[in-house]
């Protein structure tokens, strides 16, 4: 069974470019995370599908960030435009049963 | 004080070594706790999943969860080279509420 998928694995842009990520969950997983993890932190939670419905968006940055998962399947993380302080690891993970989740590879942002 | 605590190490022991990694928390209404281990530039990797109080046991590996004095640990026994990565603590209240609230990791290194 293939893992979750998440591309790029790195990305270098300047400030106040754009930039977005991808996300392919595990097939049959309908709840799909994003989560930012921070050097020397844990992840924490930016957002949660169920579906296509963004369930709990409560901690992402609406200013600058937006995230979409149109077909309920892959999903779709961008910033525009980015920050120094967006630096960091992007990690996508998805989920059957809601508490079990699995995380993919993540993708690693340096904002110049 | 933040939800989840987690001693970030690092730590350092022999092969062979039992190796105690601990959480505590202040949210009462978590009932879900997890165990990752995320090796360096990956995502993280779910290695021990239980709910609410109680042991449990998989391999070299068990889990502990001790409600009353909100303390959760992970035992590895016959510590491995290959078990060197840093291990995250993560908590659910579950029901409807999947969020995941982590600690800042342990970083293990075992050395051979």
């Known amino acids: 069974e293939a893992g979750v998928v998440q591309s790029p694995r790195y990305k270098i842009i300047e400030k106040k470019q754009p930039v977005a990520f991808w996300c392919n969950p595990i097939s049959g997983h309908n709840t799909l995370y994003w989560y930012l993890q921070n050097l020397g932190q844990g992840p924490e939670l930016l957002i949660r599908y169920e579906n296509e419905e963004a369930v709990d968006d409560s901690q992402l940055p609406k200013d600058r960030f937006s995230a979409e998962r149109l077909k309920g399947v892959d999903s779709t993380l961008k910033i525009q435009p980015a920050e120094l302080g967006d630096s960091a690891v992007y990690l996508c993970?998805?989920?059957?049963?809601?508490?079990?989740?699995?995380f993919g590879p993540g993708t690693r942002l340096t904002v110049l | 004080q933040k939800e989840v605590e987690q001693d970030p190490g690092p730590l350092s022991v022999p092969e062979g070594a039992i190796v105690s990694l601990n959480c505590t928390y202040s949210?009462?209404?978590?009932?879900?706790f997890m165990w990752y281990r995320q090796y360096s530039r990956k995502g993280p990797e779910l290695l021990m999943y239980t709910y609410s109080s109680g042991n449990k046991e998989d391999g070299r590996f068990t889990a502990q969860v001790d409600k009353s004095s909100k303390y959760i640990s992970l035992f590895i026994r016959d510590s491995q080279p290959s078990d060197s990565a840093t291990y995250l603590c993560a908590m659910s209240p579950g029901g409807s509420n999947y969020k995941l609230t982590f600690g800042k990791g342990t970083l293990l290194t075992v050395n051979p």
């Open positions: 993970a998805s989920s059957a049963t809601g508490n079990e989740q699995f």
């Open positions: 949210n009462s209404a978590f009932q879900y």
